[in-house]
């Protein structure tokens, strides 16, 4: 009942007023009576910038204009903050709102533009208005693919969907096509996937064309830096049209790990927004249940948030009316039923992520050292929320040029195999299966230094159905995330070297992927061989169940030790951190193979310091007087010693 009060009271506040709610001057007469007669238009890409600055011009209590970057064409990719305080770091709720990816669905720019203004109108009158604009901190994009728009709207090529930048003998790339992905470890949910029906495409001349690479675009790269640097609790991307609130997974049928609670807030906004017709509402769905989509905003914001950040963040989309651009009658009531999901959403949030299991994602790990004896130690994103911790030693890393043969020790893969087709070298070669509308790969199963100067290399021939079934060649910190440094297509059937320089990824892990996604037709697929580097490690011993967030090493042999941990709760095994390397070098007379336990720690009240001991906390900073509670090192010519501060 609140709700409706607080919405009835927003429509008597926005009944058109004598001032202009949209310029601060600079638009023509003519434009100013049109406003004035409605509310409700489709701004030119300068009219919504006008509108954008004045808002902030003139509630700068409440407003701040910022932007996220700017696009391919060099325009601003303005965003619009609306809280208290803006600007500052409150520890509110942060949301974000995106309008118009596609260029085409105008009406999805207008109805975030309308909430900026409804909202800076109703604060300090309407109560429900003002203690969401006091208790969160809203994010406003009206216009992401500015360049699209300004070609669709101000230069009237109405059908226009795409940006602006040409590649591969065409004009744009579909900026909801164009996102890392999931981040959820599978190789179905990177960028580029194109399951069927295909509403993605590597044809550079297609509606959906999704880029040469993930986050190609300006525009995307920008999003993904703005999304990555803040911690959203929800988002919410306007799309035309369906009548649709949908939700993660988009590249999956199977629903999203928090699915239940996706699905429940999904359906509570969907019952709020009263459909064009006046009678009934919009539809609830996952997105995948629609149609399957690789790579869109929803899944990266939502993965990456999961896997990557570890702290909850709930996208959703919105299909609105029932056209790309509803005519303009129609915007008053599709913005005003979309502004009480806003509202509805806002009041909910917080209580959702708190409710929310969180997984123990990637750790940073280090080594503090003094000769033979070292402390591997980790720092949890999150305290509290492993229930343990399992480290991973390994041994004798050989980085070697992989012929591939029959047993594969070093790769893990699906859809490839090793086969004796008219290898480059030796016997056998790595062939793809080359199913229809499939995503087959083959990838490194453990992580790799990469060392200076190193280049990855590898031969290779293909016929592959050109722009329709491409494979990469991919590289990841992480496993979850991939870039591509690779991008095959057509035939080349003669055997080429291809070289990759690693030189970005120096003294950093990575896994390296082959991957192959295709659409209906075969041809003879991907044929892969001596591959380097290739990594195998002799020895992994594993030492689980473990509590603290370090574990001391006495070697008593020289060699490259490599460390990576994962820890795990009620959620299951997280992320593993990435792969660090100790070295130990002792004289010949030292080396033992026996392995000396680990030293107890000493565990102090008061940290008293001592001539000749440097302190180091467990990230391998020095700190000359520990203040704090934690886990610290002595190094004195003695060696290394370990003492957790209590308070
Ligand atoms: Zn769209």
């Not at 600007?87 to 949301?95: C, N, S, T, Y």
């Not at 009480?340 to 806002?346: G, N, Q």
């Amino acid at each position: 009942m609140r709700l409706i009060i607080a919405f009835l009271f927003l429509l008597a506040l926005s009944v058109p007023a004598k001032s202009l709610p949209y310029t601060d001057g600079r638009l023509t007469p003519e434009i100013q009576v049109e406003m004035e007669k409605n509310r409700f238009f489709y701004p030119t890409l300068g009219q919504l910038n006008d509108s954008l600055k004045s808002l902030a011009q003139r509630h700068p209590s409440i407003c701040r204009l910022d932007s996220i970057g700017r696009s391919y064409e060099n325009r601003t990719i303005y965003c619009l903050e609306i809280s208290d305080n803006p600007g500052q770091d409150e520890a509110e709720p942060e949301l974000l709102f995106v309008g118009l990816h596609h260029a085409n669905e105008w009406s999805s720019c207008a109805v975030p533009l309308f909430y900026c203004d409804s909202l800076v109108r109703a604060y300090g009158s309407d109560t429900l208005v003002t203690r969401l604009v006091d208790e969160r901190r809203f994010w406003f994009i009206p216009c992401f693919n500015v360049d699209g728009y300004y070609y669709s709207r101000d230069l009237n090529h109405t059908a226009w969907r795409k940006n602006r930048r040409p590649w591969g003998g065409a004009i744009g790339i579909d900026l909801n096509r164009n996102y890392p992905g999931a981040g959820a470890g599978n190789a179905n949910d990177t960028w580029g996937g194109i399951p069927a029906p295909s509403m993605a495409s590597h044809n550079p001349a297609s509606e959906f064309f999704c880029g040469p690479t993930a986050l190609s675009e300006l525009e995307n790269r920008a999003m993904y830096d703005f999304v990555t640097a803040r911690t959203f609790r929800a988002l919410v991307s306007y799309h035309n049209y369906g009548e649709y609130v949908l939700w993660p997974w988009a590249w999956a049928i199977t629903p999203a790990p928090d699915g239940p609670t996706i699905q429940s807030i999904g359906n509570e906004l969907a019952n709020m927004i009263v459909k064009q017709s006046g009678s009934g509402h919009y539809t609830g769905m996952q997105q995948g249940t629609w149609y399957q989509l690789c790579s869109e905003l929803k899944d990266f914001a939502y993965g990456y948030a999961r896997y990557t950040k570890g702290e909850p963040c709930y996208p959703f989309g919105v299909e609105l009316g029932l056209s790309l651009a509803p005519d303009t009658i129609l915007l008053a009531q599709i913005s005003r039923q979309n502004i009480k999901a806003l509202f509805h959403l806002a009041r909910v949030i917080d209580t959702a992520v708190a409710n929310t299991p969180r997984i123990v994602v990637a750790p940073r790990i280090a080594a503090v050292q003094n000769g033979n004896q070292y402390d591997v130690c980790w720092s949890p994103k999150t305290a509290g929320l492993a229930n343990g911790w399992r480290l991973w030693e390994m041994m004798k890393a050989s980085a070697v040029l992989d012929t591939f043969g029959t047993s594969n020790p070093r790769w893990v893969m699906t859809g490839f195999t090793p086969a004796s087709q008219g290898a480059h070298s030796g016997a056998y070669c790595l062939v793809s299966n080359y199913a229809d509308a499939a995503v087959t790969w083959a990838r490194t199963e453990y992580p790799y230094i990469v060392t200076v100067a190193d280049t990855a290399s590898f031969w290779l021939k293909f016929d592959l159905e050109l722009n329709s079934d491409v494979l990469f060649f991919e590289i990841s910190r992480d496993g979850l995330s991939w870039r591509q440094h690779g991008r095959f297509t057509g035939m080349d059937t003669t055997w080429d070297r291809v070289q990759v320089p690693l030189v970005e990824y120096e003294e950093q892990s990575v896994f390296f992927r082959f991957r192959l996604v295709t659409d209906g037709d075969r041809y003879q697929g991907v044929f892969i061989d001596d591959f380097y580097p290739a990594v195998a490690y002799d020895s992994i011993v594993q030492y689980p169940g473990l509590a603290d967030t370090f574990y001391y090493f006495e070697k008593t042999a020289s060699g490259a030790y490599y460390y990576r941990v994962v820890g795990y709760n009620n959620q299951g095994t997280g992320i593993f951190s990435s792969l660090i390397r100790v070295d130990v070098t002792m004289s010949v007379a030292e080396d033992r193979t026996d392995i000396i336990q680990p030293r107890l720690p000493t565990v102090v009240r008061k940290f008293k310091p001592v001539k000749g001991v440097r302190v180091f906390n467990i990230l391998g900073q020095e700190v000359p007087r520990p203040d704090k509670a934690g886990i610290y090192f002595l190094r004195s010519a003695q060696g290394t010693d370990k003492i957790i501060v209590i308070k």
